[in-house]
């Protein structure tokens, strides 16, 4: 089974603010995926990854929401203007089919 | 749109007994079946997948699903659970979208192992 880290575990910042949520591949894989959890909600699908360009993003990726693998390895989620819904936690998803999704162990981020 | 819904949100059984879990899912076309396991503090584990071929699936530690399309069901169950089955159990749909299959969730369901 694929393995993925997420960092940092746990965030806390204040409204207004930019975050970057990491999460790192231990091997090479093709899709990527980020998915976030409101408390007592839903798991939430926000946006995938492949070939270097978004293939897909939800209805919640608007405009403050980025997605970049700045170094071929790392894969980020940029907030830029972080609201208090935001507060959620955030997954990260890998693949190495369209089909078959492995999750990190999450950030959780707390906007204050 | 494709929905799944988890008919209970808690399920509290003893120790030994068996369990069923219950997942329904709504969509107009193929869909890929997925249980997911969430452990306290820790991320979401692929528990078992259908794909296609066989309907009912197996993970490694005893629990399975069975692919029902006529009901569009994917129940997980198993025959007897033990205290460290205790998590929160996700049902999920993958639609084939572009170059990727994005997950749809359920609301989840909490399995409470009592002893």
């Known amino acids: 089974e694929p393995e993925v880290t997420q960092t940092p575990s746990h965030q806390v910042t204040q409204m207004g603010q930019e975050v970057i949520l990491r999460c790192v591949p231990i091997?090479?894989?093709?899709?990527f995926y980020w998915y976030r959890q409101i408390l007592g909600q839903k798991v939430e699908f926000l946006v995938s990854?492949?070939?270097?360009?978004?293939?897909?993003k939800s209805e919640i990726f608007d405009d403050q929401f980025s997605v970049e693998r700045p170094d071929g390895s790392n894969f980020t989620l940029k907030i830029r203007s972080t609201k208090l819904e935001d507060s959620a936690m955030y997954f990260c998803?890998?693949?190495?089919?369209?089909?078959?999704?492995?999750f990190g162990p999450g950030t959780r981020l707390t906007v204050t | 749109a494709q929905s799944v819904t988890q008919l209970d949100s808690q399920v509290p059984v003893f120790e030994e007994a068996p369990v069923e879990l219950r997942c329904n899912y709504s969509?107009?076309?193929?869909?890929?079946l997925f249980w997911y396991v969430q452990y306290p503090n820790q991320g979401l584990q692929l528990l078992l997948k259908y794909l296609s071929g066989s309907t009912l699936v197996e993970s490694i530690n005893g629990f399975e699903a069975e692919f029902n399309k006529s009901q569009t069901s994917f129940h997980l169950r198993k025959p007897s659970v033990h205290i460290s089955d205790t998590a929160e159990y996700f049902c999920?749909?993958?639609?084939?979208?572009?170059?990727?299959?994005?997950?749809?969730f359920g609301q989840g369901t909490t399995l409470q192992v009592k002893p």
């Open positions: 091997s090479n894989h093709l899709y």
């Open positions: 998803a890998i693949s190495d089919s369209p089909y078959e999704q492995y």
């Open positions: 969509s107009s076309v193929s869909v890929y």
């Open positions: 990854f492949y070939n270097n360009e978004i293939s897909e």
């Open positions: 999920a749909v993958s639609v084939p979208s572009g170059n990727t299959g994005k997950l749809i």
